[in-house]
């Protein structure tokens, strides 16, 4: 299986300060590509970015950015200008490929808090 | 409304009883999966369905039994209850890996083993 850590299991932010997620993996596949996800208190699981390994760019949306370092094996996610309703549980998980037997696994998680 | 829909939302069972969760998504995705939630393991793979009677396991299997008979539905069998199994489930499903696309997830099942 694919390694993922996540290795802030809690972060604190001040709000309207920018926050930094980490997230490394482990992967000898030349192709890949990574996506997070946020889960809220309330528990559903909500897609939020996605980037792949051969994009010349960092991937964007909205106040999320990847801070994505393909020598590092890291795919950090920036949350910019943070609000109260991103406190919540961050994950981050590779996207699999046919060699890793299709099995989508996740990093343990980070908890966020935005103070105000 | 398409999507992916598990249930029971919750569920108390005793030791030793078989107990299923089941999942149902109208998307006719290929993939489907089975995950826990437990406090500091993150989720964790239980089985997951490349198709219609494709299945396979994953992490943490041990205890678990699933089916997948119809493309929209997999259930997730727990042959006999222990209290190690009370956790939140979740299902998610994705189309092929034709293109990166993101896991779909169902609300959760919360399971309480007493």
């Known amino acids: 299986a694919q390694k993922i850590t996540q290795t802030q299991p809690g972060m604190f932010v001040q709000e309207k300060e920018a926050v930094t997620l980490d997230c490394t993996y482990d992967t000898s596949d030349q192709s890949y590509g990574l996506f997070w996800y946020k889960q809220p208190s309330s528990g559903e699981m909500i897609f939020l970015i996605y980037q792949g390994s051969y994009d010349e760019q960092n991937a964007t949306e909205g106040r999320y950015s990847l801070n994505f370092q393909k020598a590092r094996k890291s795919a950090n996610l920036v949350i910019s200008a943070s609000q109260l309703g991103d406190s919540a549980m961050y994950f981050c998980?590779?996207?699999?490929?046919?060699?890793?037997?299709?099995?989508?696994?996740f990093g343990t998680g980070t908890s966020l808090t935005v103070i105000p | 409304d398409a999507g992916i829909t598990q249930s029971p939302r919750y569920k108390i069972t005793e030791t030793g009883r078989q107990v299923t969760l089941m999942c149902h998504q109208t998307w006719s995705h290929s993939y489907m999966f089975w995950y826990r939630q437990d406090l500091g393991h993150g989720l964790r793979l239980i089985y997951y369905s490349a198709a219609a009677d494709i299945t396979d396991k994953g992490e943490v299997p041990d205890g678990y039994v699933v089916s997948r008979s119809k493309t929209e539905n997999f259930p997730l069998t727990l042959e006999s209850a222990t209290r190690s199994q009370t956790s939140v489930y979740f299902c998610a499903s994705a189309p092929g890996w034709g293109m990166p696309r993101p896991l779909h997830f169902g609300n959760g099942t919360r399971l309480t083993v007493t």
């Open positions: 998980a590779p996207y699999p490929h046919l060699n890793t037997g299709n099995q989508f696994y």
